[in-house]
């Protein structure tokens, strides 16, 4: 099958063509309309007018998706997007099966379908992107939840004395720069990659914060293990890249079993195979499913 796949985030709609061989054509990205549906159509529209002979559009997008029925109940930062059958309008328009789904649970059927997930039933998903995302596995599916919530942990609530604080304030990237700057006590704004080229050159106080950002992800993912049983987390997102924080992340996650009693298992934590193209490939892999 040739098929369409698009990336809908809040910047950019990333899109390829994916063949069967899981090769990539016509790779590219535009901006992401973010005033009107009216406009996103239109986008929608100018991506698929460089395609030919296609079996099918498969999209990854942010928000509440029901993927069975075709409906994005929400958009995420999107806000034009409310309770829209995207599916039935896109099918209409094109004639072709098309299929839609949550962009963090694409980026979890990526690693399910090809990637470090394979060899398991039950898994982790988190993503570690400028806040945090992720899902929930299941008999190698993607739970959906009644509300098409589950999975979103950027949800919890971290601190009991302070419950508006949430956990996509401290997760992701963004969290560790906010923990980087208070060792380091400036204001200055780096990039992820600047931050591991400061631990690369030895600076102390910046291992001293990646370990603080560590024990607080090992910490959530404890929580997440009493409650989920899990065989293997996986981390994605930009920073999962650096080995050093998967390897500071198992370290803090071991740290906590302390208890020779326990019944809670210490499991792998890996990082995701597929980064920047888990959620075309997540969509490709769910459109086959579905219409194979």
Known sequence: ????????????????????????????????????L??????????????HALDGLAISMPGAIDSDSGIAYTGGALEYIQELPLVSQLSAKYHIPVWIGNDAKCAGYAEVGYGVLQDVEDAMVLILGTAIGGC??????????KHFAAGE?????????????LWFMQGGKDGLLAVVQKH????EVYTGEEIFALLAAGNEKVEAALDEFARALAVQI????????V??????????????????????????????????????????????????????????????
């Open 1 to 36: 099958m040739d098929v369409l796949t698009l990336d809908i985030g809040g910047n950019f709609i990333k899109y390829a063509m994916i063949d069967e061989q899981l090769k990539m054509h016509g790779k590219g990205k535009i901006p992401t309309p973010n005033d009107t």
């Open 184 to 187: 380091l006590e400036t204001e």
């Open 136 to 145: 929930i596995i299941q008999n190698k599916k993607v739970r959906q939840g």
């Open 231 to 292: 065989e293997k987390i996986a981390i994605g997102g930009g920073i999962s890249a650096q080995d050093i924080l998967i390897e500071k992340i198992n370290q803090q996650f071991t740290s906590l079993f302390t208890n020779p009693n326990g019944c809670i298992v210490e499991i792998p934590i890996v990082a995701c195979q597929y980064r920047n193209d888990a959620n075309l490939l997540g969509a490709y892999y769910q459109f086959q499913q579905v219409y194979s």
């Open 153 to 165: 942990v950027s949800n919890l609530m971290v601190d009991y004395h302070d419950p508006e604080q």
């Open 38 to 51: 009216e406009n996103l159509f239109l986008a929608i529209d100018e991506i698929f007018q460089k395609f």
């Open 222 to 229: 404890f929580n997440l293990q009493v409650v989920l049983d």
